[in-house]
């Protein structure tokens, strides 16, 4: 194990930590409100540590193994969310340290779950922070770095391996920070117009600028306790659901559709064309329950029903209506998006559209194979032959993610968490969609009410979620820490 390079790295990221606390210091001292001594202390205090990282590092060689690479990545993300706690904890705003961990680790793995019961009594710099988390862990925090400054991470490419989500990982270009530029050109490029189209509809700068990022990053932490049902704007709702559902989408085909005009590519993408395809189904079911059993006009059935779908398909977790009181059979719909996910190579968690696509070929040749024993059947997503590794890689994935979804359910149950809210609850977490479904915690209410060790599960579980299970849990084998 290469330790000075780990060291190294996470000094340097904590660096990179220190730089967008002062960009919330400075929304502070613009808004001129109580959370300015929060935040250069919080700046202080993470330099420092930078500085102590760095140093432990110093005259480190750039020689990373995929074992570094699995243990920089997991603390980095541990580091980031730590670290991330301090204004909260510093400016009284969360004053339990388990709180403000479920909160930071929540923002920067995009999960969008909360404890705070009203978020608009906290000041100006401290609601940028929380969106500002989002939107960098949305692609990634190693990735970010390895698109704005490459030579902080040595061995990029095991980082990435290690970062990146979904079974199937493309680059764009030979070099891996000019594809990290470019898919990070796509993001930041969506993100300011979908600002601005937010500003021209009505919201104001500050608004337009956080929800740009939670939409894009698929985070769903809102500036109002109503989230984006506050402004009771069709218009707004609609651009949400369009942005929310292009995050969903993988960003290196959104690239070569925008900028190389490949859009036939991304039309006939076979991932896409599933994505679209549960999206409207789901959509239409949830419209005809609203109809029939809520008495909703057809309008409104629609707006609520796609924008929930694409919510929690994308697992944004921003709402525009009040799930809990939908009929109990939208609940199973909601659940399922839960799990499904959005495409690989998204802002989006879950078990990835992707991964379903495989399995359901998987059962499809299975049965084929029982009527045609010496038949090789190959598994092809679009051009892609999938190798028979990435099929056991697979198996064994879905197996880690239900024992996980089980053993966590099962604990929260025993601890007295009602059935519903505990299933949801691991499900949200793992899939880091961020709400759950149920009477006690229901769509639009804060986590506050679980207890500090069913806080400490859900961080794990969004860590977890994030980093695709098993880049977490390899580091707790006994193999991985033995010599080679």
């Not at 299975?366 to 999938?386: C, D, K, S, W, Y």
Request: proline share 3%.
């Amino acid at each position: 194990m290469n330790f000075k390079l780990t060291y190294k790295i996470l000094g340097s990221l904590l660096f990179l930590e220190s730089v967008f606390m002062i960009m919330c210091l400075g929304v502070s001292l613009i808004y001129q409100e109580d959370d300015t001594f929060a935040f250069i202390l919080s700046i202080l205090i993470t330099q420092m540590f930078g500085f102590a990282f760095r140093y432990l590092g110093k005259d480190a060689t750039n020689t990373m193994s995929r074992r570094d690479s699995f243990l920089v990545v997991t603390l980095a993300w541990t580091l980031f969310s730590l670290f991330g706690t301090l204004p909260f904890l510093i400016g009284g705003y969360i004053t339990n340290f388990t709180n403000a961990f479920f909160e930071s680790m929540s923002g920067f793995t995009t999960t969008g779950a909360t404890i705070l019961d009203d978020v608009e009594c906290l000041p100006h710099g401290i609601l940028f922070w929380r969106s500002l988390s989002q939107w960098i862990g949305g692609l990634g925090i190693v990735f970010f770095t390895i698109a704005v400054l490459p030579s902080m991470v040595g061995g990029s490419v095991k980082v990435f391996a290690a970062e990146a989500t979904g079974p199937i990982k493309t680059k764009l270009h030979p070099r891996l920070s000019s594809t990290a530029k470019s898919i990070w050109i796509i993001f930041l490029s969506l993100s300011v117009v979908c600002g601005i189209i937010y500003y021209l509809l009505g919201m104001d700068i500050f608004d337009s600028i956080n929800y740009a990022m939670t939409t894009l990053a698929t985070g769903g932490f809102a500036t109002h306790n109503d989230s984006i049902e506050t402004f009771q704007s069709p218009a707004i709702e609609y651009v949400s659901t369009l942005f929310c559902f292009l995050s969903g989408l993988n960003f290196i085909l959104l690239y070569r559709c925008v900028i190389k005009g490949e859009v036939k590519n991304l039309l006939n993408n076979i991932e896409v064309k599933f994505y679209v395809g549960i999206t409207l189904i789901f959509t239409f079911f949830i419209m005809v329950m609203l109809i029939t059993h809520n008495g909703y006009d057809y309008e409104h059935a629609f707006r609520c029903g796609i924008y929930q779908v694409v919510s929690f398909l994308t697992t944004t977790g921003l709402f525009n209506d009040d799930a809990a009181q939908w009929p109990h059979v939208t609940w199973v719909i909601l659940a399922v998006c839960m799990f499904i996910g959005g495409c690989a190579g998204s802002t989006s968690g879950g078990f990835k559209v992707v991964r379903c696509i495989m399995l359901l070929k998987g059962v499809r040749n299975e049965f084929r194979q029982m009527l045609h024993p010496h038949a090789i059947l190959p598994l092809r997503i679009g051009a892609t032959n999938v190798p028979n590794q990435k099929r056991v890689t697979l198996l064994a994935f879905l197996t880690v993610y239900c024992l996980m979804c089980i053993f966590c359910a099962f604990t929260m149950i025993a601890a007295g968490v009602d059935n519903t809210n505990a299933i949801t609850i691991t499900i949200s977490t793992l899939s880091n969609v961020g709400p759950t479904l149920g009477t006690e915690i229901g769509p639009t209410m804060s986590w506050d009410e679980l207890p500090d060790f069913a806080k400490w599960i859900c961080s794990l579980l969004m860590l977890m979620g994030r980093l695709e299970i098993f880049s977490v849990l390899i580091i707790f084998t006994p193999s991985f820490w033995k010599e080679q």
